[in-house]
């Protein structure tokens, strides 16, 4: 893997075109700059659990999540279209895009949401993380079918663009982590024909300390590692339980002058302090001027 990424180095390090940008006050740090306000964020497979944690018992507090951290883009993990739907109508300054990964239809999605207010959708498409991209597939040795999503975005107050990608990796599958990876960088390659700045974010179902994450630290900027706050909280709660928790959601860039600001959100909202058996996590990143 490592051989194969080499060639990938100069594509994932673009540099935005000079604009004139008005500065915005960043609402996770206060700063005052030209930035991107970015999430990540695993909402939980809506038919997965019933009771205390079934979807209809939390959406209004993960909406209240949503709308309180006022991201310029997020991508979601495990998104059922009915769950991206109430997302839709409880965030009314959202819009979102994504296919079901078991046919285009059907199946969880990697969704995108964004603020038309902030930013202008160019393009967008999807691809499955397989030895077949094109059509719906399950890849190498993974468990599910696995898709990723992406956007090309026009940010509105200073006309950059940048292509936004999120995914949501096998559980199961190492060698499907692995390659989707990889996979995922060469298909960057070769949508991002004019090398504008990208962000890429997802549940990777892999530790921290892993060699894949590494690999993939050497040709982007883990947003996690280079923030300059403390950032102690593990991204997998497990619903609570602390000896499964873990880093396994993250927020990469390149092209972007730095990340200002990294955090895993573990507040309650609405009174519930678990929403998802994931926190999202949020990144500041300033824009090239």
Known sequence: MCRKTIALFLILFP?????????????????????????SFNIRNGRADVGE?????RKLSLAECINIQDADVAGLQEVHDFQLKDILTLCPEYSGIGKGRDDGEKGEQ????????????????CFWLSETPSVPSCGWDAKYPRIATWAFFRHKSSGNVFLFMNTHLDHRGQLARQEGLYLILSEIEKINVLR????LTGDFNIPDVSKSIDTLSELMTDARECSPEGNP???FNAWGDSSRAADIDYIFFSGFKSCIYFKTIDSSYLGRK???????????????E
């Open 53 to 57: 944690n079934a979807w209809d018992n």
């Open 233 to 235: 909280v593990k991204s």
């Open 274 to 288: 678990y929403i998802s058996d994931h926190y999202p996590v949020c990144a500041c990143l300033s824009i090239q």
């Open 15 to 39: 540099v935005f075109a000079l604009a004139q940008v008005r500065e915005t006050e960043c609402p996770f740090c206060g700063t005052a700059s030209p930035m991107l306000k970015v999430m």
């Open 110 to 125: 990697t969704s995108i949401i964004w603020k038309p207010s902030t930013l202008e959708l160019l393009e967008w498409g």
């Open 196 to 199: 504008y700045p990208v962000v």
